[in-house]
Every structure is written in structure tokens, then in C-alpha cells.
């Protein structure tokens, strides 16, 4: 298996080298991510407010976000709008969103909208009733009919759909979807409830040419010019009354409900249009410039996609590419000789480091990792009559302390496993049920969310983030204790009133900190009908491919699983679920903040070692920076879930670019310091524009600018020269020297330590063993207090950059590619005898280690 892995990269190399240049071009094709500034309706001035007509006079909606747009979240809020008729379903006055396209001036008709998918689902997209054909394209409502609309040629069952015809020129007529758009693809809301004021919110995902091909939003015409503007959409809302197609009241029909579509004519008449303006998906950077690879972890790919195209805009005209890899593979590159610039959170200490190497190592971005959440409010039977009046509203709260998380990433909730498991059939449902969760939220104690918050999405793909939350985990006495078995009711909780919820006994005493997130149950649930296909935890909560799909996955109302038995595919098998439905969404994903931002997700309090619920706010991120302690290695500063600083965010995530001065070409070395000088400068002011810093990343403090500055300069005056020629002994380029006990070789650091992000004296940084460069299977060793946390800094002084923005785009919807490409170039060279082999070794030891007796392999 080696010696076949080890052929194929090496005949591999330059295809991947091929393949780099086409996703760094790639990644031109796809527009930049959003913040949730913009959600708030105060980021870019972009805002939109449109008014009703008619009967729909006092309906105002907002849309936060009209500009610049990507795959992200928007918010859409209205008043003006009467109370929702429902109990527990949508009987009248509610509204109905889609995203459409359309060239004409006046806005689209409804042949060129996105809308009908949901009726997958059945009437009231999984409401308890709602109209027949309220969520569908179906024109035909039996004794019903609509005036003012003339009807299309019947399909072959006699019923008349309108339909749906693509930017491309395609008209499909045979029902509600088509292979343009399904259940699981169509971001159409339904069903928009309006509380007894007349107000409401929903959230509402804006997609690409790239997510609906069939509207093409954001694509550049053919042939078009550099730069060229994509194709404008539309978002439309349809306001629903008490009255039908007919003038018959709602209350008159069969049902008791409204029963017709939006998109039948006297219905879509009261439309209110929003134009929406794409990201262009097209060419942004210079062709036939240089491009320098860069490839990293994910924390940092939102704030380098912002990046990209002021620095491709820029004199230089050089393109920096990046592939999305591992922690573990960006430490391969490092130190593979043929360096590049990687993005990483622990650096390559001790033996990793070849001799005589000397990477530099740089702050370039500060953010966090996060439970991000989309959970809508959901009255348990008996809740009294004002909860139950909430149902359906964004609850926008979530204290978790590190026991609850290790609840929840421990298959420990019976929502998280399964019903039938007999490990966990003694716990509490979910989060919802559990005495000790309500003991810390309040709010969720007469709310009750059926098989939900049960566990959060997370990623398959090993990172030092995970690392870094299993270590907050096992630092935690209370969450060791509940690893340990030791049950609820007994030891630290004392107290009567806990479930005596114990840990699942596939978790016990399990070994941290982890990398990744074993699911070691291996119950399998059998059924009579289909005995040789159980369903087992991986079709009942799957793997996110990465942080980004978590998020937009929870965003959806997506929990990923395949659960539903299909006996008709070939062969028969579990095929995915439709997203929760509109009012019933109940979703966790493990995100960073960025994208958590992008996606519209609130992110949860963590409770730090302080004793404090602390959010990811900025705040709370240059807290946690201040935190940190030396890693042992010079420039890298490593987290310290121990310190008791009250204001500190306990997952906060510093990425730091990296790589080895000397084994770059003088070129190179310009390129790459010239992407940090544009990161520790304009590349941090917060904004909305090409070139700015995203919302969900707090600002370097200017003390850790400097220091990042500082490496950018060792790096242009060291590269092209012999490790033992000129900047080897902390010259006037600003190389320091290896820092910390044990570290061999593991860095230098151009302006020394970091005092956590208080002003301190330069100098080389001086760590203890243990420190983040440790291994993976080494805890942290808590240290002192913290210093204060820094002021957030001013904004820089540099010119605001007007240039088009892009996204990771292909990167991030191929990750397959990228890891591909990002090992391919990883182990090219030199550094593949030594890859492949712990590649391999890696690979076997964490199946020994999930498939060990009791355990479910993966």
C-alpha cells in the first residue's frame, strides 16, 4: 500500500502543480464571503427597505444585505404585517420568500424563481397542516381557481404547474422540481411567520450560480471583460392575507387554510421585489501574472480570500493561490524543503524540524472556533400560552460549559446516538432535557425539540482547532469527572435534581486531547423489513466534510443524516433527509467564527476557566489572545485553557503564516512579505470591501502587527541565502533565535515574544515544554495569570481598497481537490520518504484506536 501511495504521488507532482494553479484561478471564479455585520443591517449600507400595495400597505420588509453578495445569510425583518393565524400551523398571514432571477428592470414573474422544492416535505413544508398547495407550483386546486390566472398546458396527471425556466433557457413543466433544484438544495422559505405585533425575522441563504445553476446569480457573460459585473437576481416576497384566489376567505376553505401558491397570479400581484447584486463569478486578477501557493488550515481561509484580490489588484500584480489542508500537512510542507507559505495554529517543533532549518513564523489572524447554532423556538406539551405564542422565533442564547460540550461530542444524549441504544437509554433525550443544561439556560426549560440537540455537526478532518477544544475539554475538572463515568447525580453535582446522566461507556476515560471526533458507539439499529441494512451512527449523524459545510449545513436546518429508508433506489439504501422545516429548525455545527459569520449562525457562550460564559466577540478574542502563554517556540503563542482572565474567550484560534526563509527564492521571499506586510496592515481593518478583514475576526493588537511586520522583513532579507550566509544571527532583518527549551530548530521570530498582546519588550520568546508545539496526545501545562488584554486597535491608516472580492470557492466546495492537491505538494520531493510512511502510520494508529474492542470502526 506504501510503495503504491508513494507512485502515485511522485507520478502525481506535476499534475498537482497543475491542478494548484487551476484552483488558485479557480478561486477568482468565486465571490468573497459575507460578514454578519451585514445581518445586523448596519455593515455595508446596502440595506434595503421595500413597501407593500394594496392590502398590503403597512408591510415594510428590510433585506440587511443587497450588494457584494455570496453564497451567505441574509436577515430579513418586516412589521407591519398582521399576527400569523396558527397555533402549531400556518393557517393565514405569513409571508413567502425566493430568490429568483430576471433581466427585466420591474423584477422577475414567476417561471424564473426558485420556489416549490419544499413540497417534498408534504403541505406546510412539515407544519401540522398549512395549504395544500400553499408550498408548491401547482395551479389546480380543485373547486378553487384563480381569476386572474391562465392556465398552462396540463402535465399527464391533468394538473397545471407554472413552469420553471432557467437562466440558460431551460423550461421544465413537470412539477415542483427538477434537477435544477430539490428539498435539499432550494433555499426557498415557505412559510415566514409575523408575531402578534406584526413583526418577524427570518434568516435567508442568497446562493450562486454555483448552489442554483438554474438562476445563474453572479455568473459573467461569455467572453466579458476582466472585472465584468455577474448577473443581478431577485429576492421576492409574496405577503399571504386571510383571503383566497377568489376572494373567499381562509376560513371557508375545505382545510380552514389558505390553499393556493405564491405564484398564481392574484397572488403574486402583491409582491414586494428586492434586486440583489452578485459577486461577479469571473476573472479579477491579471491572467499570466505570477502566483505564489500558499495552503493552510481553515480558520484563516475566509480572511485570506478577502485578501486575494487587493493584493493581485496591487503593483506587484501577484496572485497568491491557497489550498485548504490540514494542520498536520501544512507542518509537512513546512519543513518539506520546498516551504511555500503555510497557515497553521501549533508550529513544527523538535525532531519535525530538519537541522539547519529555521522557519519564521508570523500572527497573521485572530478567531475563534465556536458551537454556532440555528434553533427556533419550539413549546413542549403543557408550556404555557406565552412560550407557545414564541414558537418558531430565533432564540439567540446558549451557555455551554465544558462538561455540557462533552456531552455532546461523547454520543452521551440518547438524540445524539440513538433511542434504541442500550449505552445510552438511561440519559436524557438531548440538551433540552438535561437538568444541568436548564440550570445554565433558563430559557429552554418549557421548550422541547424532539429528536434534536442531541450533538452538533462537526468536521472528519483532523486540525489543531479540534486539539485545541478536546484540551479546554480535559483541562476542565467537571468535564473530566463526567469523562471519568462518574454520573450526574453523584461527586461535583450533587445536587438531587440532575438526571444522573452518565457518560457514554464507549467515551469513558477516554484519552485527551484528540485531533478529531471519534464515534466509537457501535450500536446499529435493525428493522424486519430490511434486516441486512441497520442503521448504524454514521447514517444518523455523519460527518461534516468541513467547519464551512457544518455551517452552512445548521444554517439550512440541515443535520446532514441519511435516516430514510429508500426501497426503490439501486440498491435499496438510506438516502439523505430533507432539511427541519421552517419554525423547527434545531441545529449545532462546530464552526469558526468566520464562518459562522457568513452563515447568519449565533454563536454560543463558552464558559472559561474564570468561571465566566464568554462569547467570540472581539472583546472576548483579544481577551483569549491576551491569555495565551508562550509555546516554546519563538513568535508561536499557544492557548492556555487554565487561565482565569474573566473576559477571555477559551477557544480563541491565533493563526500564524509560516515558512523557511532560506529555502526560498529571493522572489518568493518578496511575495510572501509582501502578503504579510498587506496582512498586518490594511488586511486588518474590518469591513466589507475586497481587501478588508471579515466580521468573526478581531484585529491583531498592534504589538503583534509588529511583530509580524518584523518577519515579513526577515523573510525578504534571508530568502535566496544559504542557512549560514547573511541574517542567521538575528541581523538587521530581524531574525531571532530558536526560542524555548526542546524547540531544535523549531522557528525564529522576527521582533521576539508576545506578551499576549500587551505592548512588551522584543525578544525571544522562552517556553516550557508542553506548549502547543507538543504533540497532539500532550496536554497543555496551565500557567500564570494573564496579562490584560489589549485595546482593540484603530483602524489602519492605508487607502480602503474598491476592488472585487472572491471566496474560497472552489477550494471549499471541492475539498476532495484540495487535500489532493495540498499532499500532493506536501510530499513531492524531498519530504516523501519521510511522509508516506507517517502518513500511513498516522492513518493506522487513530483505526487501532476507533476500532478497538467495544468500539465502532469508522
Not at 391533468?158 to 438544495?185: H, M
Request: net charge neutral; hydrophobic share 35%.
Amino acid at each position: 500500500m506504501i510503495a503504491a501511495l508513494r507512485r502515485f504521488v511522485q507520478t502525481s507532482s506535476v499534475v498537482a502543480s497543475v491542478l494548484l494553479m487551476v484552483i488558485g484561478a479557480a478561486a477568482l471564479a468565486f465571490p468573497r464571503p459575507a460578514d454578519a455585520a451585514a445581518l445586523a443591517g448596519s455593515g455595508d449600507g446596502s440595506a434595503v427597505t421595500v413597501s407593500g400595495k394594496g392590502p398590503y400597505a403597512d408591510l415594510k420588509v428590510t433585506v440587511s444585505q443587497t450588494r457584494n453578495l455570496v453564497n451567505q445569510v441574509v436577515k430579513i425583518s418586516w412589521q407591519g404585517g398582521a399576527p400569523t393565524v396558527s397555533d402549531t400551523t400556518y393557517a393565514a398571514n405569513y409571508l413567502q420568500a425566493m430568490q429568483c432571477w430576471g433581466d427585466e428592470a420591474t423584477g422577475p414573474d414567476p417561471e424564473q424563481c426558485q420556489f416549490g422544492g419544499s413540497s417534498a416535505l408534504g403541505a406546510g413544508a412539515g407544519s401540522q397542516a398549512a395549504g395544500a398547495y400553499t408550498n408548491t407550483r401547482q395551479l389546480t386546486y380543485g373547486g378553487l381557481k384563480d381569476p386572474d390566472q391562465q392556465l398552462p398546458p396540463p402535465t399527464g396527471t391533468g394538473i397545471s404547474y407554472v413552469p420553471f425556466r432557467s437562466a440558460a433557457g431551460d423550461v421544465i413543466t413537470k412539477g415542483n422540481w427538477n434537477e435544477f433544484y430539490d428539498v435539499n438544495t432550494t433555499n426557498e422559505i415557505p412559510y415566514a411567520r409575523s408575531g402578534p405585533d406584526g413583526r418577524g425575522e427570518v434568516y435567508f441563504e442568497t446562493q450562486t450560480a454555483l448552489e442554483a445553476p438554474g438562476l445563474g446569480c453572479g455568473e459573467v457573460p461569455a467572453g466579458a471583460a476582466n472585472g465584468s459585473a455577474g448577473r443581478s437576481c431577485w429576492l421576492v416576497v409574496v405577503p399571504r392575507g386571510t383571503s383566497e384566489v377568489d376572494g373567499s376567505p381562509y376560513g371557508s376553505q375545505p382545510s380552514g387554510l389558505l390553499q393556493s401558491s405564491p405564484l398564481t397570479a392574484s397572488n403574486w400581484k402583491h409582491r414586494l421585489v428586492v434586486p440583489l447584486s452578485f459577486e461577479p463569478m469571473g476573472r479579477f486578477c491579471p491572467i499570466g501574472a505570477d502566483e505564489r501557493s500558499t495552503l493552510g488550515h481553515e480558520s484563516v481561509a475566509e480572511a485570506v480570500a478577502r485578501w486575494q484580490p487587493a493584493l493581485c489588484q496591487s503593483a506587484a500584480k501577484t496572485i497568491y493561490g491557497y489550498a485548504q489542508v490540514t494542520d498536520d500537512t501544512a507542518r509537512a510542507k513546512l519543513v518539506s524543503g520546498r516551504p511555500g507559505l503555510v497557515f497553521l495554529a501549533r508550529p513544527a517543533t523538535g525532531s519535525q524540524v530538519p537541522a539547519g532549518q529555521r522557519p519564521v513564523y508570523a500572527p497573521v489572524a485572530l478567531s475563534g472556533l465556536t458551537i454556532g447554532f440555528f434553533i427556533e423556538s419550539q413549546a413542549g406539551f403543557g408550556a404555557p400560552a406565552a412560550v407557545k405564542a414564541r414558537d418558531g422565533a430565533r432564540l439567540n442564547s446558549l451557555d455551554l460549559t465544558p462538561r455540557l460540550v462533552a456531552k455532546l461530542l461523547t454520543e452521551s444524549y440518547q438524540d445524539g446516538n440513538s433511542r434504541f441504544a442500550p449505552s445510552t437509554a438511561e440519559n436524557p433525550f438531548n440538551l433540552a432535557r438535561d437538568p444541568e443544561f436548564r440550570k445554565h439556560n433558563p430559557a429552554y426549560k418549557d421548550l422541547d425539540f424532539g429528536g434534536s440537540l442531541g450533538d452538533a455537526l462537526v468536521s472528519e478532518a483532523l486540525s489543531d482547532a479540534t486539539w485545541q477544544l478536546w484540551n479546554w475539554v480535559d483541562q476542565d475538572p467537571a468535564a473530566r469527572e463526567f469523562l471519568s463515568g462518574t454520573p450526574d447525580n453523584q461527586g461535583r453535582y450533587g445536587d438531587p435534581a440532575f438526571s444522573g446522566m452518565k457518560v457514554n461507556p464507549h467515551y469513558r476515560n477516554i484519552d485527551l486531547p484528540l485531533s478529531d471526533f471519534p464515534k466509537s458507539d457501535p450500536f446499529c439499529q435493525q428493522f424486519e423489513d430490511h434486516p441486512d441494512h441497520p442503521l448504524c451512527i454514521q447514517d444518523k449523524h455523519p460527518y461534516a466534510s468541513d467547519m464551512h459545510a457544518a455551517a452552512r449545513a445548521a444554517a439550512r436546518g440541515d443535520t446532514l443524516a441519511r435516516s430514510t429508508w429508500d426501497s426503490t433506489s439501486t440498491p435499496p439504501g438510506y438516502k439523505k433527509n430533507p432539511p427541519q422545516p421552517t419554525g423547527k429548525r434545531a441545529v449545532l455545527a462546530l464552526t469558526d467564527t468566520a464562518t459562522a459569520s457568513r452563515y447568519g449562525l449565533v454563536t454560543a457562550k463558552l464558559q472559561n476557566a474564570a468561571g465566566r460564559f464568554v462569547g467570540p466577540d472581539a472583546a472576548g478574542l483579544l481577551a483569549g489572545h491576551a491569555a495565551m502563554r508562550p509555546s516554546g517556540v519563538a513568535g508561536v503563542m499557544s492557548p492556555n485553557p487554565a487561565a482565569k482572565a474573566p473576559n477571555a474567550y477559551p477557544l480563541t484560534l491565533l493563526t500564524h503564516a509560516a515558512t523557511v526563509p532560506e529555502a526560498l527564492t529571493k522572489q518568493e521571499g518578496q511575495d510572501y512579505a509582501a502578503l504579510l506586510k498587506y496582512a498586518a496592515g490594511a488586511g486588518q481593518r474590518p469591513g466589507v470591501s475586497a481587501g478588508t478583514l471579515p466580521e468573526g475576526y478581531a484585529p491583531l493588537p498592534h504589538s503583534v502587527r509588529a511583530k509580524t511586520l518584523a518577519a515579513a522583513e526577515a523573510i525578504a532579507s534571508r530568502a535566496g541565502t544559504s542557512p549560514s550566509g547573511p541574517g542567521t544571527s538575528g541581523d538587521a532583518g530581524g531574525a531571532g533565535s530558536t526560542g524555548g527549551a526542546g524547540s531544535s530548530g523549531g522557528g525564529t521570530a522576527a521582533g521576539g515574544g508576545d506578551s499576549g498582546g500587551a505592548a512588551g519588550a522584543p525578544g525571544t520568546q522562552a517556553g516550557a515544554a508542553g506548549g502547543s508545539g507538543a504533540s497532539p496526545s500532550t496536554a497543555t501545562t496551565p500557567s500564570g495569570s494573564p496579562s490584560a488584554p489589549s485595546a482593540a486597535p484603530a483602524a489602519s491608516d492605508g487607502p480602503a481598497v474598491r476592488t472585487p472580492a472572491w471566496v474560497l470557492g472552489a477550494v471549499r466546495y471541492a475539498l476532495l481537490i484540495a487535500l489532493v492537491v495540498g499532499l500532493a505538494a506536501a510530499v513531492s520531493g524531498p519530504l516523501l520518504p519521510r511522509v508516506v510512511p507517517r502518513l500511513a502510520a498516522g492513518i493506522a494508529a487513530r483505526r487501532a484506536r476507533v476500532t478497538s474492542p467495544g468500539k465502532q470502526g469508522r
